[in-house]
């Protein structure tokens, strides 16, 4: 609600909102590094190289989805549907991934073109329509994890070949393929986000639609790449844990929407649009992973750990929400 | 303090965070007066409001009320001794009626469990806006309210408070002419019986027209309190802005207008404006004036592609052309900058480097990558060729005052390079330091050829600026005037104009 | 990473849309049908994209298709509520029986409880709710555990230290494995539970609780029991990729085909089979009869089998 007090009031607000902002941007990182000390002196077995990997490991599919989620969340949308395209996906690569049928680039991009299709048509309806994103993709959530038991009969589809069992579990040089992934989308994806026109046009759609159409942006072009983007993102995160759980599962991905999108809003991505950054987003699917991780090595029952994830998904958005109000 | 002073504020200081907000500062006010509160955004009027309401308590200084001190009292306190404010956005809850919004809080049912008196609430609430003089039924929702009725419903709630003095923030700055009217009258009603009002505006012509006194801020310091009588426009701007201003407007240096850059034929949009033929020239400034809901900004939107229109043409250089959407507008060099600065203009989680280059990044970038160094360069020059205040290129843009945020709108749309550029009010709420500024700029890009049509409700800025004026009245264009032939009396002439043969569609 | 669902919505979405499509279904056939009546026959089932439950479907399916008899299929999502609201659409449309798959021991029981009231014969099948049905057709899932643990026992000659991965916890078969694994444990003290943590019946889940379990301890896990093969086949492969396999057993429940290869290829130690195509037509059998109100079995218990390498060709389908 604004009035017309906080408008005028330039000296209160400003000292106030640098205070807010340094909350939410270093906030993060702090708690993330106190939560880590803590697991260390927890348990001896949290830091090391080793689990440290496999945190990596496990939280790299969750990240790829968040990256793809935060673009839209910038533009002010929403992607729920990207959990079921991590089962279509995986289902149709798996489809091509069988061992002596086809080289391992085609169930690659098989599964990267089901993906882009699946974005490009959320983006279609999202932007030729008045019905608002959240409910289109939780329709395309529910068309997606149809298609994918259609597909795959309602069952695993399995035995695939070694080269495309490589890619999400393989190793090179000792770093799991993951790892490796991870980080060139992490870079990629900053690197749309920070320093291309693409990214600038999310912010400001996200920002404010109208100021940006009367600047000239093709806000629906924006959108449409923006979906498609976080499709192609969804599929790769799709692929990926389809090698390396080595079967192409039609019940895949079930619910990782929720933890792709807790990611990039404790991240600090505004659920209004127009802010969030790729660094965030990945320091807040780390933290996810590192608290899931942690409480296993400590032996924690899966309950209390969803109680202090929801704990955490509320802290970051109340964040979120103080920083907004002193925007208004 | 005479016997006839009502509120007197004395060595008010505060301190934001180590910056004085108000320091020193003193106002007086008398029983039954307008008293004008004027200075730049920034000067320390909302400050000050705000300690007298008790949003805010002063660091020092002591504020008396009837003689008693009143510094620390809290929002209900200040209430109940009968200081209220006419908010610059309303603060009314939609859903509620007149009535219920009027006595909001002090229903007085004896209980929170006990039935409201809803009829006795509807009963004295029309009983009050009749004395007023308005006509608004007490028993109807606030949403279905124009703002200028709402506007009404925020006095009668401070009357119904038994409210001594009465702070209005901007009141008129959503009125049409006949509303402001409305307001003047029932102010004058008000100060017969006693009541003070605190009156805050930028329009010049309101202050002289019904303030008794006038007291200026400057940088939260006290510069002057004069009896309005005895001000003149450039005695109160030289003392709002600490310096005599040689003119706000640019003098007309009488080069020639070049090519035709637009020109509009029958243009119509079914219901909202119709039958609108001109021409703008390359280095020529085309005014467009008329009342609050004559279709000027209609005709601005149609042409940048935000609205359909269903009769006429627009050509550019001459040649026809359609524009669907702003992209095909801005394709053809046309650049808006609207009157709604908030919801067309920036992007508030922006910064004021981001906001300038928006519109012209494909210019600052080598395929998808933006080039980092030029855009900061380009936007660093534009904020100096704009005199744009604030910290750096790297400050969002939501922290800047409304004329520097207008600044950067208008620098957004010049660094695209438009041929021809429109205005919509492009000084509304601005200090009259921006405001120079401002004009200073569009001279200067008239001067460059651009061609520039300007959209506004200041008759003096309209006439200080334009080459011709075109009058608007309820969508039709009623006359296009020269620069010498124009005068206030003639545009509101022109405005005012009821054509009763053909209604306002004009099919 | 636990699921949160929000999916209320979406729940009901898809229960009236599965609602309309069933109706318009079984109308169209029983016009097509002619003069004689044919029985039809709800069918609830817990998760249409569990493998093991979609064969004891396709199994119905097959059943019904010989008998004569119209099914309607619906799928309660996991989600008690649903399955409840199914019923009573069952009981709305006049079925002649219901078959229903339970997801949960407590929550699906008021469906048991309607059905009886309406005088439906209701007939559960693969696991149990609290309140009686007419019929159970299934297996005892505490033998299925029983038998996985006491493999485990035997291998590791009564002595050292075993995880144990759940299933969605309160579920039926996560609660009866539970049980049946702690009575073999109980009979072996030198077996000790190390630790133990829901896997959520799925590969991905129980590869990343593997993983964690390996970084906590390490080479002193001597076997793996898993509730499900989908559980049980993740954990392999987080022993795979650690270099840990040839050193622990997992065994797990259910024989699905991916399990079978496994324990084929040496990789699951072994697995359990439960009948799904036994319970799939039993099922039906005893519907039938209870609708066409002749004596039927009130309890039709399906034997578990253990398969290891040693008799996984017989299990195995061309």
Redesign the interface.
Known sequence: M????T?????????Y?TRVQGIGKYGLLAAFLLICIALSVL?P?FL?V??LM?IV??VS??ALLAFGVTFVIITGGIDLSIGSMVAVTGVVAASFAHPDTFPVAVPLLMGLLAGVAFGAFNGFVVTRSNVPPFIVT?GT??IGRGLA?ILS????V??LSDSFNFIG?GKVLGVPTLIILLIVAFISCTIVLR????G??M??V???E?????????VGAVKMAVYTLCGGLAALAGIL?TS????G????G??FE??AIAAAIIGGT?TSG??GTMTGTLIGALL??VI??GL??L?V???Y??VV??IIIIGAVVLDSLHNKT?A | MTSDTILQVRGLTKT??G?K?LDDVQLTIRKGEVHALMGE??AG???LM?ILIG?LTPDSGEILFEGNDLTTGNVGDVLKRGISMI???M?MIPELTVAQNIFLGRERSGGLLRWLDDRRLTEKAGALLEQMGVAIRPDMPVKYLSVAQMQMVEIARAISNNASVIIM?EPTSALADAEVATLFRIIGELTRQGVAIIYISHKMDEIFTIADTVTVLRDGKYIATRPAAELDIDTLIALMVGRKLDSLFPVPDGVPAGEVMLSVDGLGRRGVFADISFEVRAGEVLGIAGLMGAGRTEIARAI?G?DRISQGEIRIRGKRVVIHS??DA??HGIG?V?EDRK????????SVR?NLT??S??KW?SG???R?KQERDVATAMMGELNVKATGPDQLV??L?GGNQQKVVIG?RLL?QPAILILDEPTRGIDIGAKAEIYRLIHQWQQRGVAIIMISSELPEILGMSDRIMVLAQGKQTTMLSRHEASQETIMRYAMHRDRDTGPTGE | ??????AT??HV??AVLLLVGCNQSTSSEKGAGGGSKKLVVGVTML?????FI?NVHDEMAKKAEAEGVDLITVDAERSPLKQVEQVESFIAQKVDAIIMNPCEVEASSPAVTKALAAGIPIINVNSETSTKPSAFVGSDDVESARIAMKFIAEKLGGKGNVVMMHGY?GQAAQIKREQGAREILKQYPNLKLL?Q??GEW???KA???M???I??YGPQINAVFAHND?MG??AV?ALE?AGLKSKVIVVSIDA???AL?AVKKGTLDATVFQNAEQQGSKAIETALKAAKRQAFEKQTLIPFQLVTTANVATFLKP
């Open positions: 604004k009035n017309g007090f408008t005028s009031f330039n000296q209160v607000s400003t000292s909102k348990t077995r090391t080793q689990n496999i490991t496990q599919i969750n939780l959530m529910t038991l009969n309602g069952r695993p399995s035995n579990g320093k291309t026109v693409l600038r046009y912010y400001a996200g920002g404010n109208q100021a940006a159409r009367a600047s000239g942006i093709r844990l390396r759980i080595t079967t599962q039609p019940n895949a079930a619910g929720l933890d505004s127009g802010s996810i992973g899931s991780n296993d090595l032996n029952t899966s309950y750990q969803q994830m929801g925007n | 934001f965070s910056v907000a955004n920034g009027k909302s400050t705000k949003l908010h610059q956005e603060l923030d940048f935000l702003p992209q801005i394709g808006y609207s919801g067309w203009g920036f992007i508030p989680g922006m981001e928006l519109a990044l494909r970038s998808p990558f933006i980092d939501t922290y005052s957004n695209a | 990473m636990k699921r949160i669902r929000i919505l979406s979405l898809f998760s249409m994209q569990n493998e979609v916890m630790a943590q829901t799925d590969r991905a590869m990343s609780l993983e964690n379990w970084q906590s989908e086949l993740g492969k990729d699905i085909p991916d290869q």
